[in-house]
């Protein structure tokens, strides 16, 4: 079954630090996702992608955050300036279809660590 | 971005019973609906969408209530394996584009042998 692949599965950095998070979405999908979950907290979206531009973003993805595909596989998730409130499990998702009635497949995460 | 609400449980249930958990939404604009499962520490696995006329799968039936606003998952038959937390999630599709989903907390199931 095609997969999400997200790396690195965990990165400590600290406060202030830039971080990149790498995701490789399912090969033939159109849509592209980012969320973030605080421990014991929901699953929040951040923003949606497609065809190589922001189609919606939350609240939460301010300008410290920006997103790039910047070659046909990988789909990047940029902090800027990290704060310990960053600390999250970042999931990437993607899918064929825009969201009606279809789900996503999601990346098994990158657990950020910002100390 | 509206809210999605479910009760966190736990539910502790026994092998072999059925067990029903809602989730509301309060944006009565939302147009798709979603049940997600999440085991800890890992990503959500999408278990169902939920149709207008409701929809089963194997031991699983969700069912979706447009006037009350809130949708259902009810699974018959529960094994260890499903224990997990259920993710109801809710979509607005305003049409411009990839909305994102709405999730709620999640409700946390005990399967107990």
């Known amino acids: 079954e095609p997969e999400v692949t997200q790396t690195p599965s965990h990165q400590v950095t600290q406060m202030g630090q830039e971080v990149i998070l790498r995701c490789v979405p399912i090969s033939n999908h159109l849509y592209f996702y980012w969320y973030r979950q605080i421990l014991g907290q929901k699953v929040e979206f951040l923003v949606s992608?497609?065809?190589?531009?922001?189609?919606?973003k939350s609240e939460i993805f301010d300008d410290q955050f920006s997103v790039e595909r910047p070659d046909g596989s990988n789909f990047t998730l940029k902090i800027r300036s990290t704060k310990l409130e960053d600390s999250a499990m970042y999931f990437c998702a993607s899918s064929y279809y825009d969201s009606p009635n279809y789900g996503y497949t999601f990346g098994s995460g990158t657990r950020l660590t910002v100390v | 971005r509206k809210e999605v609400e479910q009760d966190p449980g736990p539910f502790n249930v026994p092998e072999g019973a059925t067990v029903a958990f809602n989730c509301t939404y309060s944006n009565s604009a939302s147009q798709s609906f979603f049940w997600y499962r999440q085991d800890c520490r890992k990503e959500p696995k999408l278990l169902m969408s939920v149709y207008s006329s409701g929809n089963e799968d194997g031991r699983f039936t969700a069912q979706l209530n447009r006037a009350s606003q809130y949708i259902s998952l009810l699974i018959r038959d529960s094994k260890l394996s499903d224990s997990a937390t259920y993710l109801c999630a809710v979509n607005l599709y305003s049409g411009g584009g990839a909305d994102g989903l709405t999730f709620g907390k999640g409700t946390h199931l005990i399967i107990q042998p």
């Open positions: 992608f497609y065809n190589n531009e922001i189609s919606e």
